[in-house]
Structures are given as structure tokens and as C-alpha cells.
């Protein structure tokens, strides 16, 4: 009975605030996110600000894997890239409720500790930075950087030094004629942003090959010379493109009126990804890296936080989507094993879904939807009252707008 007691004064507590203290529905809502970010990165940050990543992450790979012990190898900067660069807004931020602003102190040291570790060759958790893996990874914990100045700004000088140094060795790998262009590209752009000797061709050869050649139009990229469909275009090609005009162009004027064509196709995108969030928040399980979860909506999260969405799109619309689709890929507790690391699949353990390069440090690309938690409490996208998405508007039966392709010419 005392027990149960305990479990209602805290259970009123944390949704009223207190005793006779309402929190403010925009408040509650953004701690959901921040408590299920949480849950999502713990695992990953904790262990390797400690120097035991290596020592306590699970070894899950793909049952179709082409390479086992390359993939494993590859795996710890995979977790610590792809789970900074979706965190980094939010490390960037300030304010919050009193308990999210205790968890980002925390997280900002953690990653500090993380980021040193991966670095020195001396450490347990020092990473593999050289071959074609961790090309990949390597850009997005670039990205990261880029994203959190605070991050960059915090590290001691032999850290970021160790950090030159490391992504340097990436210049070694020639990427793919596909989206890893752009995953040289990011690197090339992090040094640029920072004041760093940087290559201004490889930023140039991504830009101008997608820009130029590779728009198929309807706000739509194609992956190389052939258009693939999957969630590629919200994954990597278009919020790297992004990224790469934005710091070109506030750095050395480049690319107007590229950024500007690629505002439209943006855009467009971004229509076309919050349709295809179900009532439900599922949605379509097609194309390859689909164990990525809510990291196929990475485009339209970042979208949000950098306040870039269409007219057409309300900022509470687009939360209350993201949102549908974080309790669907993150929320189920199939999602995690017993010590709360992730294992593949999508709704759960399905890891009849991976592809051969996938292994665990891969899964935490999806926490690229919880970009928006970058903006400041006070956002329209925190403060705005709730507002349903296309689908939950659509398939309950009311009258909505409908879809249209966008010609880049008009």
C-alpha cells in the first residue's frame, strides 16, 4: 500500500509539477522527448566517457553481414558519430525544465569524455578512424561539431588536436560515387567552419554533382547516376547538402543560387516525408538501411530545427508527426535488450531487416529526429498548441488539402 502511495505522489508530481503546480503543456511535452533521448543514448555516452564502450557494447550484426570483424571494428565510432550528430543541437541549447537542463550538464561532460577517449590512440575506446566505414561515421561526428560549438569550444587543446588529426586520416578513403561524396564533403565543410586548412574541391565536387546532375526532380535526389528508392535523401543527401551550402556561402559567399533551388527541393521534401507518417506513426518499410528507425525523418527534423519548414507545414504539425513516429520506432521495450542498448529492426528486434554493413553502433542514426530539441523552449514548435498531421487528419475522415508535385522551374 506504501508502495503503491509513493508511486501516485510521484506520478502526480511529474505531471502537474508539484503539489497544486501545473507545468506548462509545452514543458511537458519537450521533456517527453528529452527523456526518451535519454534512454536512447545513454548506453553509449556513459559507457564510453568511462573508456568501456569496447568493454560493454553488445557485438549484434547483421545475420547477412559481408565483412563480421571489419563491421565490429567499425561499430564504436558508428555509435559515438551518429549519436553526437543527433544530440549536438541540443547540447548547443540552453533553459529547459530544471531536470533537462541537469541532464544536458551531463551529457556535455559525457561527450567531452567521449570525444577525447575516441581520439587518443592510448585509450581503451580510442576508435577506428581509417577505410571506408568510418568515412561515414567520421562525417557525422563532423557534423556534430559543426552543430554544437559548445562541444568544440569545451575541448582542451590536445583533444582538438587529436580531432584534426583523426578526421585528417579520413582524406586517405576515396568515397563511393553515390551520397558518400558528401560524407567527404561534411569533413572538408567542418574544417572550413572552424578556420582550418580544408580542400575546397571535395566540398565543390559534392555540391556541384548533386546540384547539377543528380535532382530528379519533385524535390527528390537520385543516389549516383540511378535513383534509389529509400529514405537516402532524408539519411544523408539532403541535410548534408544543407550543411555544405550554408557554411560555404556564410563563410566564403559560394552557392546563392544553389542554396536558393535547394530551399525549394527542401521544401518539396518536406511535404512529401510528414505525409508519409501514418495516423499511426509508422510508415512505409521500403529501401535499404530501414533498421535506422526514426532516423528516415532525419530530413524533416532538421528542417524543423532550423525554423526552415514550409508554409504548408505548421511547426506543432510536424512535432506532434516526429513525435508519433519516436513512440513507434523507440518507444516499444522490444526496441532495447535488457542493459538498454538497441537491437536491430524496426518496431522491435527484427534483424531480418538489416543489410550486410549494418551492426548496433549503426541503429543510432536514429536519433537525428530529435533535432528540434535545439530550439529554445520558447519555439513555436515547443509552445504552439497541438496540431495533427496529414494522415491523422486524412484517415480520420475530415476534409484536407491535397499533394502536389513541384516543378524547380515555376
Known sequence: MRKKLVYLVVAFCITSGGYGQEVPAAAGRRMQWVHMLDKVV???????????LRKTMPKEISPVSDNPNARISAQYLEALGRAFSGIAPWLNTEGGAAEEVRL??????????????????????????????????????ALGLIRAPWIWQHLDAPTRQNVVRCLRQTRATIPGY??????????????????????????????????????????????GDHFHNDYYNSYV?????????????????????????????????????ERTINADGSFPAYGRSIVYRSGA????????????????????????????????????????????????GLNGKQPGLADVYNNQGSLYLCTEVFLPLGLAPDA???????????????????????????????
Open 42 to 52: 545513454r548506453p553509449v555516452f556513459e559507457n564510453m566517457a568511462a573508456d568501456r
Open 104 to 141: 544536458r550538464n551531463q551529457y556535455r561532460k559525457w561527450v567531452i569524455a567521449s570525444i577525447k577517449n575516441a581520439t587518443d590512440s592510448t585509450r581503451s575506446d580510442y576508435v577506428l578512424w581509417s577505410g571506408g566505414q568510418p568515412l561515414v561515421d567520421a562525417s557525422f561526428f
Open 178 to 223: 553515390n551520397n558518400w561524396i558528401l560524407f567527404s564533403g561534411m569533413i572538408e565543410a567542418f574544417f572550413l567552419n572552424y578556420g582550418l586548412e580544408y580542400d575546397p574541391l571535395t566540398i565543390e565536387y559534392g555540391v556541384r554533382t548533386f546540384m547539377a546532375q543528380w535532382y530528379v526532380g519533385d524535390g527528390l535526389f537520385g543516389d
Open 237 to 273: 543527401i539532403q541535410p548534408y547538402l544543407r550543411e555544405l551550402l550554408d557554411i560555404a556561402f556564410q563563410k566564403k559567399g559560394q552557392y546563392r543560387q544553389y542554396r536558393e533551388q535547394l530551399l525549394k527541393i527542401n521544401n518539396r521534401y518536406s511535404e512529401i516525408q
Open 297 to 344: 525523418f532525419h530530413h524533416l527534423a532538421n528542417m524543423a530545427w532550423k525554423q526552415l519548414l514550409p508554409a504548408s507545414l505548421a511547426p506543432s504539425q510536424v512535432r506532434e508527426a516526429l513525435y508519433a513516429v519516436i513512440q513507434k520506432t523507440l518507444g516499444p521495450a522490444a526496441t532495447y535488450d535488457k542493459n538498454g542498448w538497441m537491437v536491430i
Open 380 to 410: 513555436a514548435f515547443w509552445q504552439d498548441e497541438d496540431q495533427p498531421w496529414s494522415s491523422r487528419v486524412i484517415w480520420n475522415g475530415a476534409d484536407f488539402h491535397g499533394d502536389h508535385a513541384m516543378d524547380l522551374e515555376r
